[in-house]
């Protein structure tokens, strides 16, 4: 029983949680939160799974069976899972140069990334990268959908789609003869329906309005006005509304080596997107997702939809907000909405053909605009330049390369300039005649002074203890005038930690001393400090009684080895 006590904090899904205190009236704001969530989600799927590169009822088959296990094993009450906007580009990318199998494979090991990373209990260090990185690739997204789908909203006449962002720009400029009106009036009315809809009622989704508006008048002028130029969902996919049976997918380990880093990237987005969306949920309802049994249950998600042809699965904020704001509380409502999307697949899929393209890519430059945070990205760019620099790397490298290349290079610039941010604050200082005691926390001492004696220099570190210090050191001892001194007190009371580098740093300085004659005192040396100078054998070279607990202790030593 011990055993299972400990595991149990490992996998928690809300689901059971939440069945046990159940009642109908709870069931009831459920059942009517799910519904909501389910037609809100249809155009939105549908607009995923095209601008992704894919057929429609695949971004349907994802929110389906993406959203039912996230609801059914997630560790958030309220999210609601399913195939999002920030996937597009990093889809879309993989579609291209790998093809759907490749997709198919990458999305699975994202999956099973994903599932580790649950395992591990890495939920609460997805927190922890930098914002300007998040802002930077949401922005860049939110561009490169937009780019995306200026040839549908224009009606434009392309024979070949280049796969870069600039190169869609030239190309788009070439064909702006072939601009078609009908469409672009499509797109524009769709836009002004999805941002005047909630005006007049919130419960209409403004995107399912203007999906609902545009296609009856599209069929109405193509079916008996003859309308030309006005392009549907049927004229470029043959829907298939059933759910799949599931597929083998073949993976060597030349497969994984290929796709590891865009199943990376999808994990991290995964992630990142699903956390952010729980975390938002959380401030709405009051409630405490588990971060690591919702890391498991994307990654349960992520390894079951690619086995029935759908595409990468996360949590959806826009969604969830939905679900929260129809009074949905449990993932029961999640549930419904899964069956709703189910229902509207099965009896209603093959109506989605009349769906004009125009009007799905009004509905995709509407998520691209809320995606954007332009607002937010205006405000970061008053921060300190190194948050700049990561900002703006991270959403140019989005835009004119790929999401992996922005997100692995934006960690690593924001890891080396925090490092380079740490070893500013960290200071060295050197002392040879007295210290002030004034600020003194380590020893109480009645004189506000204490003298140093001569041939006895004292140097300070004040912050972390790592690789940066070592040059500080050699500044700091150039900047001593007079001879070498018999003994050197390095005071460590401020130093919180250190790492393997400033242990082979403090080690190198010691053996440098030592052969110029030079004794080695350290001073005010914390437990965790002490405890890895031990286990590296530091106190035998140095000397058990080199190593002293406060200033006072130092000095006293120091006048020892002076005298003797």
């Known amino acids: ?39 809100v989600a249809l155009p939105l799927a549908i607009a995923f799974g095209i601008a992704s590169g894919v057929s429609p009822e695949k971004g349907l088959i994802t929110a389906i069976i993406g ?22 580009v990093i889809v879309y990318g993989i579609i291209q140069n790998f093809g759907i199998e490749g997709l198919t494979i990458a999305t699975l090991l994202a999956g099973v990334l994903l599932l580790l990373m649950g395992l591990m209990r890495l939920g609460t260090v997805i927190k922890f990268i930098p914002y300007p990185i998040i802002v930077g690739f949401t922005s860049g997204i939110a561009l490169t959908i937009f780019t995306t789908q200026i040839k549908d909203l224009l009606g434009l006449t392309i024979d070949h789609m280049p796969g870069d962002f600039l190169s869609k720009w030239v190309v788009y400029a070439e064909s702006i003869t072939t601009i078609s009106w009908p469409a672009v009036v499509v797109g524009l009315v769709s836009i002004a329906l999805i941002v005047l809809t909630p005006r007049v009622s919130k419960r209409v989704p403004g995107s399912l309005a203007a999906i609902v508006v545009m296609t009856i008048v599209a069929y109405i002028l193509r079916e008996h ?21 599931p597929t083998r997918i073949a993976i060597n380990p030349e497969t994984i080596n290929l796709l590891l880093p865009s199943a990376f990237t999808i994990a991290m987005l995964g992630a990142i997107e699903s956390l952010l969306s729980a975390t938002v949920a959380d401030g709405v309802t009051g409630d405490r997702h588990d971060s690591n ?3 498991m249950a994307q990654g349960a998600a992520n390894i079951i939809v690619p086995l029935f042809g759908g ?5 959806a904020i826009a969604r969830t907000m939905t679900n929260i704001n129809n009074g949905g509380r449990t993932p029961v409502a999640g549930l419904v909405h899964a069956i709703v999307l189910l229902l509207i697949l099965l009896f209603l899929g093959p109506l989605t053909r009349h769906i004009p393209m125009a009007c799905l890519a009004g509905v995709l430059v509407v998520v691209a605009y809320n995606m954007s945070e332009w607002r937010t990205f205006r405000s970061l760019l008053k921060n300190p330049r190194s948050d700049v620099a990561v900002l703006l790397s991270t959403f140019f ?27 500013e604050t960290t200071r060295v200082s050197v002392t040879t005649d007295h210290i002030d005691l004034s600020d003194e926390g380590e020893i109480h001492h009645d004189d506000e002074h204490l003298d140093v004696p001569r041939g ?11 690789f940066g210090i070592a040059n500080k050191f050699d500044e700091c001892m150039k900047q001593v005038a007079g001879g070498k001194p018999a003994i050197r007190i390095i005071r460590m009371r401020k130093v919180p930690f250190m790492d393997s580098t400033g242990l082979h740093n403090l080690e190198s300085l010691c053996r440098l001393s030592r ?6 005192v350290l001073s005010g040396v914390n437990d965790n400090v002490r405890a890895m100078l031990l286990r590296s054998g530091m106190d035998t070279q140095l000397g058990a009684d080199n190593i002293c607990s406060n200033i006072q202790e130092a000095l006293t030593r120091s006048r020892t080895l002076l005298e003797g």
């Open 1 to 39: 029983m011990k055993e299972k006590s400990k595991l149990r904090p490992e996998f928690r899904p809300k689901l059971l949680a939440a069945l046990r205190t159940y009642s109908k009236e709870r069931f009831a704001g459920d059942l009517m939160a799910g519904i909501i969530v389910g037609i």
């Open 67 to 88: 959203g039912f296990i996230v609801s059914m094993l997630g560790g958030s009450s309220v999210q609601i899972g399913g195939p999002t906007g920030a996937f597009i």
């Open 225 to 245: 006005f003859g309308l030309t130029g006005l392009e549907t969902i049927g004229d470029r996919f043959q829907i298939n509304a059933s759910l799949p049976t």
């Open 293 to 295: 049994t919702e890391l």
């Open 311 to 315: 595409i990468p699965v996360t949590g």
């Open 397 to 423: 490298l989005t835009v004119i390369f790929d999401l992996t290349i922005a997100i692995e290079i934006g960690l690593l610039l924001a890891m080396v300039l925090f490092m380079r941010r740490i070893s």
């Open 456 to 466: 006895v220099e004292v140097y300070e570190i004040d912050g972390p203890f790592f």
């Open 515 to 520: 052969r110029e004659g030079i004794t080695v």
